[in-house]
């Protein structure tokens, strides 16, 4: 199993917003839906990302020499970039005296990934953390979630899923003895909406979490609340709904953030969120007071 190769885009240490604890998070490449929000661009689809930091870069040249494909070049304007040209081989961030290019996304094996995470091992011990598996969608990669989980286990280290739950369900049924929580993402909870705003329907999410709720997993509900597209009363209100009757221990209210506006810049995509804003604090607090009369065990996360 721990041969079993996979795309990650980052291992971060010390998270303590993924799960109990102090958590190791390890970020999955690929994803099938599309939110219009999303805040991790790098990980909606597997391979090698160029990221192009041009507050850092010095015009020098050095990468339009190293590059392979001619995808960089030197204008009378400063320097242009074929994105859709790159392959993310990384030879221009190689040669970059300032650090003004980097690659995200590498393959490597599961085992490689559990020892790093097992060099916190202490820590989880003592807060009651472990390892959390996000993304993209980290059940994308089905057997290298596998891998993770199951090995996180073996050395009895806690674990996490956090997933938007847009896979087949053989997926969760394999994992579920292995993952001690899932962080279940409620994106919009009428299907129609839902699929303007992730390019999917809701069906499969929904018949997915009601399986795993049967078969007695951990689930906490996350919902991203994004003024001007999920954030209206009778959305909110249906995930509360949803988690009274499958029983899930609590919601947890994500508002959302621009963070995510410059990794766009960076890896030379368009942003379709700019319309979007973070709701404002009275208006989530009134709706979370409305909410915690269907589900008490509702909160509004602070990111």
Known sequence: MEEVLGWVSNIQRFCIHDGDGIRTTVFLQGCALRCLWCCNPENLSEGPKLKYNASLCT???????????????????????AWEQCVGCGACAAVCLNHARSVCGVQ?????????????????????GGMTLSGGECLLQP??????????????IHTAAET????????????????????????????EAHRQLT?????????????LAARGAR???RVPVVAGGNDS????????????????ERIELLPYHKLGVRKYEMLGRHYAGAAFQTPEPEDLAQKTTEMRKIFPDT???KM
């Open 164 to 191: 938007c739950g847009f896979v087949e369900w053989r997926v969760f049924e394999r994992v579920l003895p292995y993952t001690d929580l899932f962080l279940f993402d409620i994106k919009h909870t009428d299907p």
């Open 108 to 128: 490597v094996t599961a085992g490689a990934v559990l020892r790093q995470v097992v060099r916190d091992a202490a820590f989880y011990r003592k807060s009651g």
């Open 199 to 211: 390019g999917q329907s809701n069906e499969r999410i929904l018949d997915n979490l009601g399986r």
């Open 219 to 221: 689930i906490i509900l």
């Open 299 to 301: 909160v509004v996360k």
């Open 233 to 248: 009363l009778d959305n909110l209100l249906a995930a509360a709904r949803l988690a009274a009757q499958y029983q899930v």
């Open 143 to 156: 057997d290298f979630a596998y891998a993770l989980l199951r090995g996180a286990k073996e050395r009895l």
């Open 59 to 81: 015009v020098c040249g050095r990468c339009t020499a190293a590059c392979p494909r001619g995808v960089l070049k030197m204008t009378d304007s400063g320097l242009s970039i």
